[in-house]
């Protein structure tokens, strides 16, 4: 058990420290830090989906005026370590998907670079690309392990036989869509080569991850790259890994010493460069009793990763643990294709994972004529099902309840298609959410006293998620004073070093290390500091990690209406009910939980990445028609949080917050348009062509 802090600046509703600066456009991010004479970079891209280079022709582009260098796969220097192809860039000229980098032009001006790119000639060899994913593929594989380092499959009791021998049975197939992270700040970089030493500022998650892997692909000694990341646009995990655009700024700069390189990713090239979400087929299987207690539970999933990398989504992993049911089999299979590398997006598994078994849940209570909040009620486990420990604390049903007595559910007529407003057709519906309570070792803090107040340093990130506000909001109750006496300096490597801003894990993994490094500096010094001292320490261990599951739960319910006459879609209400451990900051906390709703109604009902099976490229690659969520989607958006008591957590007493608003949204979306119209839509988004041919 984890001894807590007493609250008195956790819990307030403190304003973002970074407020200001960030409204008034004088925060700094990465492609706007003040630099002398900075050149800019343009990049060139394959057309073709597979192949390799067979010529590049630079001369044209060389000759304009303000063209510095011209970097192709015959004249970049050699990397150090080329084990990650996706970062192996300019290196030879194999193309293993369209859009891979293949050229670098830079030049005194933006506008010069663009206009250089233009004029170099490629001359290529194709090959037939495979680009298309598919549960019938006969070259479906079994990665060893599943993101991060899960089993791929599990399996527990008799399944087939319990499916033969069930009452009731739901087998259904769902399909999520491929998704792109479209942060508003794309991802950009400046580099500077100058005497030895690699400067990066860069949009990134983790300054020191991305260190590591600077300095690894170039075989420096990690001193000598220095990032820093103070403000960054928005990541939802497409910033917390390193991707190419990072290595050929860094390429840049070495071309060219003493002068800072800035290189952004335009919108269109970020659907080629910075990951996404691969698509899901989700096979699931319920069977139930009349009573609807589960007696079976499967989730076969197929997903696509790229042939040069793989990533392994988790897809299955939330249904391993989400209700109890004795027999239980999850799989995970992958279709190795000629596509960009997938990556992390906000909620990675927990998203994709929750939509397909949410929905059946809904379809199985239709089917046995019982309540949707009723049948979770009754598959509520007393432990986790999948590792066997104890729950830390698992407030679900609490969720359930209270979200539905908000909402208004017990009024709900259950039949599907029969409420009308005018031409519009209304539903509710339900799905709950969960998220693991992660928190990472790695992190180190120092709380120093200096000009009258204390300071804390720590390499942390902060994404737009509240960082600059909340850490000192810790630090203060930690040290025992008030939080406007604590500084907090985050965002740089030569600050110690933090693990990476993902996985909701940011506030339990640093703010354990700043709880650890104030109560060292209050047993050494008191309450009464003199400028100068320091103490500083690392996150600590936490045997309950083994002893218990740690999750964080929600339940989100939406109200649905649909156009009789068009099929057009609009969300009424859409609200969410969380058990997340303590609340640091309730302000940027309800910002975080209604950000990650409004991402899960835009998978709801906009956004797919078309891949165009002839070129194996995205060809909505803008928010032109990359369609997201806005405020017209949505009438009545409300967020709230149980009060949740959990002492095996960390001294905050916290769960990560930045991920589960997103989990389950799509699914409670789902299930109130079907209930709405009596159209069940298995396959996201949810648009008008998939309803308008069965409504009444």
Not at 146 to 158: L, M
Request: net charge negative; charged share 25%.
């Amino acid at each position: 058990m984890t001894e807590l802090l007493e609250p008195t600046a956790i819990g307030q509703e403190h304003p973002r420290r970074d407020g200001p600066a960030k409204v008034t456009g004088t925060a700094p991010y990465a492609f706007e830090v003040p630099v002398d004479h900075p050149v800019h970079c343009c990049l060139i891209q394959s057309t073709i989906a597979l192949g390799r280079c067979s010529r590049i022709g630079t001369v044209e582009a060389e000759a304009l005026d303000g063209v510095l260098r011209v970097l192709t796969p015959f004249t970049t220097e050699r990397l150090a370590d080329t084990d990650d192809a996706e970062l192996a860039v300019l290196q030879d000229g194999e193309i293993p998907f369209r859009g891979r980098v293949i050229g670098l032009v830079i030049a005194e001006t933006s506008e010069t670079a663009r206009h250089a790119a233009q004029l170099v000639e490629v001359e290529y060899k194709a090959e037939d690309a495979d680009v298309t994913l598919s549960a019938e593929r006969d070259d479906l594989y079994k990665p060893d392990t599943v993101n991060p380092s899960f089993p791929t499959d599990s399996s527990e009791g008799d399944v087939e036989t319990a499916l033969r021998d069930a009452e009731v049975i739901v087998d259904r197939t769902y399909t999520t869509a491929m998704y792109h992270n479209n942060p508003l700040e794309p991802h950009t970089t400046t580099a500077l080569w100058q005497n030895g030493t690699l400067t990066l500022w860069d949009s990134t998650q983790g300054v020191h991850p991305a260190r590591k892997t600077v300095a690894k692909v170039f075989g420096l000694p990690p001193e000598r790259i220095r990032v820093i990341s103070p403000y960054v646009g928005g990541g939802f995990g497409s910033k917390g890994t390193v991707h190419a655009n990072v290595v050929l700024a860094a390429l840049a700069a070495r071309a060219l010493p003493g002068r800072p390189v800035r290189l952004a990713l335009t919108r269109q090239q970020m659907f080629s460069l910075a990951g996404y979400r691969t698509p899901t087929i989700q096979r699931m299987r319920l069977g139930a009793g009349r009573d609807g207690r589960l007696r079976a539970l499967s989730l076969d999933v197929v997903e696509q990763t790229s042939r040069i990398k793989e990533f392994a989504e988790q897809t299955a992993m939330p249904a391993r643990m989400m209700y109890a049911a004795p027999n239980r089999a999850t799989t995970h299979r992958l279709a190795a294709l000629d596509v960009p590398v997938p990556s992390w997006m906000r909620a990675p598994g927990e998203c994709p994972g929750m939509f397909g078994p949410e929905v059946a849940m809904d379809e199985l209570a239709t089917e046995l004529g019982i309540d949707p909040i009723e049948l979770r009620v009754r598959n509520e486990p007393e432990r986790d099902p999948d590792s066997g420990n104890p729950f830390s604390s698992r407030n679900l049903v609490a969720c359930l309840r209270t979200g539905a007595e908000n909402f208004g559910w017990t009024d709900r007529d259950p039949r599907p298609g029969v409420r009308r407003d005018g031409a519009w057709l209304v539903g509710t519906g339900v799905a709950a959410s969960v998220y693991p309570a992660n928190r990472m070792p790695g992190s180190t803090a120092a709380v120093r006293f200096e000009d009258g107040h204390h300071v804390v340093e720590i390499g942390a990130a902060d994404i737009g998620t509240g960082t600059w506000t909340v850490l000192p909001q810790i630090a203060a109750d930690a040290l025992g004073v008030p939080a406007d006496r604590v500084e907090v300096r985050i965002g740089d490597t030569r600050l110690p070093a933090a693990t990476v801003a993902g996985g909701s894990s940011g506030v339990a993994s640093w703010g354990s290390a700043v709880v650890a490094a104030a109560r060292v500096f209050r047993e050494k010094y008191g309450a009464e500091p003199e400028d100068g001292d320091e103490a500083q320490a690392d996150t600590p261990e936490n045997p309950d990690e083994s002893r218990y599951a740690m999750y964080a739960f929600g339940a989100q319910f939406a109200e649905a209406r649909v156009n009789a006459d068009t099929g057009e879609i609009r969300v009424a209400r859409l609200h969410g009910t969380f058990a997340a451990g303590r609340i640091v900051n309730p302000r940027t906390a309800r910002s975080q939980f209604l950000g990650g709703m409004t991402m899960g109604l835009s998978m709801a009902l906009h956004e797919n990445s078309v891949l165009d099976p002839r070129f194996g490229h995205v060809v909505n690659h803008d928010l032109a028609e990359y369609h997201i969520a806005a405020n017209a989607d949505v009438a009545d958006l409300r967020a709230e949080w149980l009060d949740e008591h959990d002492p095996h957590l960390n001294p905050m007493g916290t769960k990560g917050i930045g991920e589960i608003g997103i989990v389950g949204t799509a699914a409670a979306v789902a299930n109130a348009v079907f209930h709405a119209t009596g159209v069940r839509v298995r396959d996201l988004p949810i648009t008008l062509d998939k309803l308008l041919p069965s409504l009444p």
